[in-house]
């Protein structure tokens, strides 16, 4: 009886033992490793949504810095990219910014992007960095796409104008201060030289983004922006 309890495990019992621990040891990793993966996959849902967030807020602090300068387009869209001349974040001596907001394919995919211009103190500056926020849109240089962020994946976009009561294409004309027809010599009646049309802000903006696929938010969201001076019981 003395020898048969000193004699230990036999092989048999050890191999099976071992295997029972191996068996434990991968249930546990398979555990981990799931709890890792929905952890991950839920800080990058956060973060996705948080990034888009903060896009829409940005989209809604431009639109309410927005500025009418004389015989300059506040705000224009052309099929393409969204323009807008807005105040600065510094002090309001210190210039006005032009602020582009487009969608173009950067490494093979969809992206929704913003684009800010060097502060603008002469018209010249002013004329030339709208010029540059279309140019942006389309054939950015090295420069250019220093200034630009990008904001989400984007499939498409749509933008509508409020004007006279109901929302309408952003393409068809809007101006405001339109002069009488000039007689035949070229001249308003009275002598008066013919004032320059400007473009007229918008009551309200409309935003309608198409997000691609994805772990994230998906499907199409829209956003209303209204003018903050906007009176008449208009919301």
Known sequence: MNSRAA????????????????????LSWRGLDGM???????????????TLQVGLAQWGADLDAMVQLPQASAIEWNGRVLRLTRRSTAAATDG??????????????GTWLRWQSPLAVTRG???TAWQQADVWSQSPGVEQMRREVSVVPLQEWQIFFYRE?????????????????????GAPAGG???RALT??????V??????????????????????????GGKG
Do not use: K, M
Not at 207 to 229: C, E, F
């Open 7 to 26: 004699r230990g495990f036999t092989l048999v019992e050890l191999l099976v033992a071992l295997f029972v621990l191996a068996l434990l040891a991968v």
């Open 36 to 50: 890792a993966r929905a952890q991950a996959q839920t800080e990058s849902r956060a973060d996705e949504t948080l």
């Open 96 to 109: 006005v910014l032009v602020v582009a907001w487009t969608r173009r394919v950067v490494n093979g995919v």
């Open 125 to 127: 500056e002013l004329d």
């Open 165 to 185: 009561n109901a929302w309408t294409n952003p393409l068809s004309s809007d101006i405001q201060g339109a002069p009488p027809a000039p007689p035949a010599g």
């Open 192 to 194: 008066a030289p013919a």
């Open 199 to 204: 473009p007229v802000i918008p009551d309200g």
């Open 206 to 231: 409309r935003l309608v983004l198409t997000l691609p696929p994805g772990p994230s938010i998906t499907g199409t969201l829209t956003r209303d922006w209204v003018r903050p001076t906007l009176g």
